[in-house]
């Protein structure tokens, strides 16, 4: 729940925006954008749904939000390896490695709010919204993938989406860290007789 702050009379001030998206965002990690509804989300951070409404506008304002944010924590991992220098090879591993953590670090399964998200969603705007970052996530492994790879780097970068879509799918289904590592190791034996090709 989200401590309201107080203003200088005393009375209550509007809720806390941030710490409300970050309650969001873990809301929406574990059901998706269709398994939460107003109430749970006003219930969750503690306000009333009118008082989400004003602040957010609408359930999807706040699912905006929650994606932006993920991107910028939790999912930063993928940025961080996209800038990176190194091989492709290393980074690929390292980018699934760091994957396979993030995505079991929650109890309940976790998994990535940006791949399951918005699976069979009734909501055009929440699903093109992560349909448009899993886009631009492969346009952006395809370069990384091209700068070794040029010929492979469209198949690969497919192919990246689609692993981490699976470790995504897994964790949700309560594999360990473990398990995804080992599935890491599979798949990067494909990736780098690909990358040499």
Known sequence: MVAKKIDGRGRPALFDREQAVAIALEEFRRDGYDGVGVARLGAAIGVNPPSLYAAFGS????????????????????????????????????????????????HDGGGCLVMNGSINCTNAAAADLTRE?????????????????????????????????????????????????SFVDRAMNGIRTALAA
Do not use: C, N, W
């Open 59 to 106: 359930k999807f304002g706040l699912f905006e939000r929650a994606v932006e944010l993920y991107a910028r924590t939790s999912g930063e991992f993928i940025a961080r390896a996209l800038q990176s220098h190194e091989p492709v090879g290393g980074v690929l591993a390292q980018m699934f490695a760091d994957a396979a953590r993030e995505y079991t670090r929650h």
């Open 133 to 181: 970052y899993r886009k631009q996530t492969r346009t952006a492994i395809e370069g990384l993938i091209a700068r070794e790879a040029p010929a492979a780097a469209p198949d690969l970068a497919g192919y990246v989406v689609f692993v981490l879509a699976g470790l995504s799918a897994a964790a949700r289904d309560g594999a360990s860290v473990g398990e995804l590592l």
